[in-house]
T-cell receptor
Framework: QKEVEQDPGPLSVPEGAIVSLNCTYS??????FMWYRQYSRKGPELLMY????GNKEDGRFTAQVDKSSKYISLFIRDSQPSDSATYLC?????????????FGTGTQLKVEL | DGGITQSPKYLFRKEGQNVTLSCEQN?????MYWYRQDPGQGLRLIYY???????QKGDIAEGYSVSREKKESFPLTVTSAQKNPTAFYLC????????????FGPGTRLTVL
């Protein structure tokens, strides 16, 4: 079993829809949770960063972390065609060996006109 | 204009040849990382360095080597011992503090013929 599970999609939604992307994890030591957006053949760019449980909002994006359920979500409101990309969740535990990120496999999202 | 640069964007090599991928950052970050991305597998950590002249193996270091002689540079050599080198290689950097975020370069697509 992978430490981080993420549905690969593809997920196709109409423009303006609310999108929900999710990851589950098994390592209870994870304390830092991130969402990256990756366009085709480009490097990932950081979208959201959350420490421990709770919600964080930034414009059309909301990140939620539920540590008790080991479940994180990214919501995109009023989705746009420019949101079409692969979304990667990533998690980090504090260890003596540096800040190592563990990634999900990514969910491919397509927002259609 | 601060950021992370990787060169070249595309690289083709014959089987059995060593190849070095470049990664440079002008963000004054202490930590640097190399990841490999394959379809359906997410990002996997190859090597990381928390400080100049020091580096540690990641999860899939076999067949790779790195050096960290300067703070700004963290080149990755893909050796002939790497059994399946064709992949998208991503370099990242971070400040180096606990739980800090990693920022990615644009990536290098390596194809071994």
């Amino acid at each position: 079993q992978k430490e981080v599970e993420q549905d690969p999609g593809p997920l196709s939604v109409p423009e303006g829809a609310i999108v929900s992307l999710n990851c589950t994890y098994s390592n209870s030591a994870f304390q830092y949770f991130m969402w990256y957006r990756q366009y085709s053949r480009k490097g990932p760019e950081l979208l959201m960063y959350t420490y421990s449980s709770g919600n964080k909002e930034d414009g059309r994006f909301t990140a939620q972390v539920d540590k008790s359920s080991k479940y994180i979500s990214l919501f995109i409101r009023d989705s746009q065609p420019s949101d079409s990309a692969t979304y990667l969740c990533a998690m980090m535990a504090l260890t003596g060996g540096g800040n190592k990120l563990t990634f999900g496999t990514g969910t491919q999202l397509k927002v259609e006109l | 204009d601060g950021g992370i640069t990787q060169s070249p964007k595309y690289l083709f090599r014959k089987e059995g040849q060593n190849v070095t991928l470049s990664c440079e950052q002008n963000l004054n970050h202490d930590a640097m990382y190399w990841y490999r991305q394959d379809p359906g597998q997410g990002l996997r950590l190859i090597y990381y360095s928390q400080i100049v002249n020091d580096f540690q193996k990641g999860d899939i270091a076999e067949g790779y080597s790195v050096s960290r002689e300067k703070k700004e540079s963290f080149p990755l050599t893909v050796t002939s011992a790497q059994k399946n080198p064709t992949a998208f290689y991503l370099c990242a950097s971070s400040i180096g503090g606990a739980g800090d975020t990693q920022y990615f370069g644009p990536g290098t697509r390596l194809t071994v013929l």
